[in-house]
């Protein structure tokens, strides 16, 4: 694979009907790339929870994507309310999602850890009040 | 087990038809949370839960699991079967509740993985 494979979607704002959608593309690109299961169902992951973050907390966002011989690189911003402590919501169990999160089965202040944990490198850049731009890259 | 055989297990009825019958299936998760599911589970093939909603089939399918059973009498709606099917994941209903589901499928030998 010598070029490298750009991908760009939109985040709608609290439709969760398809929250996930731009990670579930992405997770089928990969499998038709042949990449390798277990390097697919970690960055499906990650993406998922940036997704879902980006939805239940940054108002919607963007999401872009590239693929290359050796990695995947996927950015998640938003224009939302922004983290105001990062060390504490890296922390789990640390959520401030309401009850209706809750409800649709979310809002265990999961996401950010699980992200640590499956992503090769995480960069979280926020600003309160600005937004969150989240950097997952996955190494093949 | 084949969904087919944890189907008469569990009195369950199937919603799909465009998934993998021939699937062995060894392991399983139950939550109600998908938060904890993604935390979690690992490579666990199937998913009861007392959720419905979309995300509970995005869910699995970011696990790769090949099965989600709804459990306590909940029905999942068109709009999630048509999902299920795309993703080529089954949807079973049990009206038995969650622990009770969990036990009956432990008892055939179904384990599960990730704790
Ligand atoms: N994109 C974002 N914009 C604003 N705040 C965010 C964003 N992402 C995370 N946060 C904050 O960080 C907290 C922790 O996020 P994390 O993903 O770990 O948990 P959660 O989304 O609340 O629950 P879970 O991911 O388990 O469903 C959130 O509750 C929220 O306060
Ligand atoms: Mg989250």
Redesign the pocket.
């Given at each position: 694979m010598g070029q490298v494979i750009i991908r760009d979607f939109e985040i709608p704002a609290n439709d969760f009907t398809v929250a996930g959608e731009a990670s579930s593309t992405v997770r089928k690109l990969l499998v038709q790339l042949g990449v390798a299961p277990d390097k697919i169902k970690r960055t499906a992951i990650a993406m998922y929870?940036a997704e879902?973050?980006?939805v239940?907390?940054?108002h919607g966002g963007k999401a872009h994507v590239e693929i290359s011989g050796d990695k995947i690189t996927i950015v998640i911003s938003?224009e939302?309310?922004?983290?105001e402590d990062l060390d504490l919501?890296?922390q789990e169990g640390?959520?401030?999602?309401p009850d209706s999160i809750r409800e649709m089965g979310?809002?265990?202040?999961?996401?950010?850890?699980?992200m640590k944990k499956h992503a090769d490198e995480l960069d979280i850049r926020?600003e309160k009040g600005k937004?969150?731009v989240?950097t997952i890259t996955v190494y093949f | 087990m084949k969904i087919s055989e944890i189907a008469a297990v569990l009195n369950a009825e199937v919603y799909t038809v465009n998934h993998d019958e021939n699937a062995d299936i060894k392991s399983a998760c139950s939550a109600d949370l998908?938060?904890d599911v993604?935390?979690f589970s690992k490579e666990n093939a199937l998913l009861l839960t007392g959720l419905v909603n979309p995300q509970v089939i995005r869910t699995a399918e970011m696990m790769d699991m090949k099965a989600i059973i709804f459990v306590r009498g909940k029905k999942p709606q068109q709009a999630m079967i048509e999902l299920a099917e795309e993703k080529r994941i089954a949807l079973l209903a049990t009206d038995f509740p969650l622990f009770e589901a969990s036990g009956r499928l432990y008892q055939q030998g179904i384990r599960g993985h990730g704790y």
């Amino acid at each position: 694979m010598g070029q490298v494979i750009i991908r760009d979607f939109e985040i709608p704002a609290n439709d969760f009907t398809v929250a996930g959608e731009a990670s579930s593309t992405v997770r089928k690109l990969l499998v038709q790339l042949g990449v390798a299961p277990d390097k697919i169902k970690r960055t499906a992951i990650a993406m998922y929870e940036a997704e879902i973050n980006a939805v239940i907390h940054g108002h919607g966002g963007k999401a872009h994507v590239e693929i290359s011989g050796d990695k995947i690189t996927i950015v998640i911003s938003d224009e939302g309310p922004g983290i105001e402590d990062l060390d504490l919501a890296m922390q789990e169990g640390y959520s401030t999602a309401p009850d209706s999160i809750r409800e649709m089965g979310f809002g265990a202040g999961m996401g950010l850890p699980n992200m640590k944990k499956h992503a090769d490198e995480l960069d979280i850049r926020t600003e309160k009040g600005k937004g969150t731009v989240v950097t997952i890259t996955v190494y093949f | 087990m084949k969904i087919s055989e944890i189907a008469a297990v569990l009195n369950a009825e199937v919603y799909t038809v465009n998934h993998d019958e021939n699937a062995d299936i060894k392991s399983a998760c139950s939550a109600d949370l998908m938060s904890d599911v993604m935390a979690f589970s690992k490579e666990n093939a199937l998913l009861l839960t007392g959720l419905v909603n979309p995300q509970v089939i995005r869910t699995a399918e970011m696990m790769d699991m090949k099965a989600i059973i709804f459990v306590r009498g909940k029905k999942p709606q068109q709009a999630m079967i048509e999902l299920a099917e795309e993703k080529r994941i089954a949807l079973l209903a049990t009206d038995f509740p969650l622990f009770e589901a969990s036990g009956r499928l432990y008892q055939q030998g179904i384990r599960g993985h990730g704790y």
